[in-house]
């Protein structure tokens, strides 16, 4: 082996070539500047904040500095409260954070939660919703036999829960503001006081001013999984749902999506939709499974 003399670059011309060889170096990421936008976190049926600690953790750690609000209204069983009921108290308590947070807010709406955050950015005038994120929420409803329903309805099963939730006895739950059995489709749509107002799938009198405010928001972020165990069908979570026949029909195939009855349209075609689907994660670990943070939250806290 032949032992070839080594040779130095003299430190000068180092120096000289110093800038150019920066060029050459892969750029480190951009550091945030500036503070971060508040984020408010709504819970889900039977939740309270305390819940929520693993998120708030996460946030804290990923984010610092971040103003995290997991509010605490309707705790437990005041969850089944209806939910008109509860977006009139969110929003008392959202808007004010709202107001004081002039580069906008973003909000993490976990099961219920999602379509009490969805209701509320529809009523809501003006506010300044950057990332609204719904965390395996039933967004087009939910039909399934759940615990939940189980305890709360000991004799009904899905399939004849309608007599009850289509009644107005039965919308004064919060469940049943958002039971929508495709079996029974004229009924829901008559009788829901909820879901399928906010869905525009009922006329009435506020239906395109809410859907000016709920266009307001920055993007939709979507998540769930088909490993949930509770939202059903699954893509609900995602705007999809059960025909007559119960084939699930993509958000796309929807006739709230067709007619754009509420925005789900233009916010897709605006590329402010951002689905965020997740396998093995079951329905009451979403808020604290950290791979699902960093992957499918993390990057929307701007």
Not at 13 to 22: D, H
Not at 89 to 100: H, L, N, W
Not at 150 to 167: A, D, E, Q, V
Request: hydrophobic residues 40%; glycine residues 6%; proline residues 7%.
């Amino acid at each position: 082996m032949l032992d070839l003399p080594r040779q130095r670059l003299p430190l000068a011309w180092a120096l000289l070539l110093l800038p150019f060889l920066r060029l050459l170096m892969p750029a480190a990421p951009a550091p945030h500047r500036g503070p971060y936008k508040p984020v408010i976190v709504v819970h889900g049926l039977f939740d309270s904040s305390y819940n929520f600690r693993h998120l708030l953790d996460y946030i804290k750690e990923t984010h610092p500095g971040t103003v995290v609000t997991v509010l605490d209204l309707f705790d437990g069983s005041e969850s089944l409260r209806p939910l008109w009921e509860q977006v009139q108290g969110f929003r008392e308590a959202v808007v004010p954070i709202m107001k004081k947070a002039p580069e906008g807010v973003h909000l993490i709406c976990y099961s219920q939660g999602g379509l009490v955050c969805r209701a509320l950015l529809s009523v809501t005038d003006e506010h300044n919703v950057d990332s609204f994120i719904s965390l395996s929420s039933p967004q087009m409803g939910q039909y399934g036999d759940t615990d939940y329903l189980k305890w709360l309805f000991p004799t009904s099963m899905r399939s004849n829960l309608y007599r009850i939730c289509y009644s107005p006895w039965g919308q004064e739950f919060s469940i049943c503001n958002y039971w929508h059995d495709p079996h029974h489709d004229d009924l829901y749509l008559n009788t829901s006081s909820f879901l399928a107002l906010i869905n525009g799938e009922r006329d009435h009198p506020n239906a395109t001013a809410w859907r000016k405010n709920f266009l307001r928001v920055g993007r939709l972020v979507l998540i769930g999984g088909p490993d949930d165990g509770v939202i059903t069908p699954w893509q609900s979570s995602f705007f999809g749902f059960y025909d007559a026949n119960e084939t699930v029909l993509e958000m796309e195939e929807q006739s709230v999506y067709r007619r754009d009855s509420f925005g789900l349209k233009t916010l897709l075609a605006r590329g402010a939709i951002v689905p965020c689907p997740m396998a093995g994660i079951s329905h009451t670990t979403w808020h604290s499974n950290r791979k699902l943070y960093d992957t499918c939250i993390e990057p929307w806290l701007s």
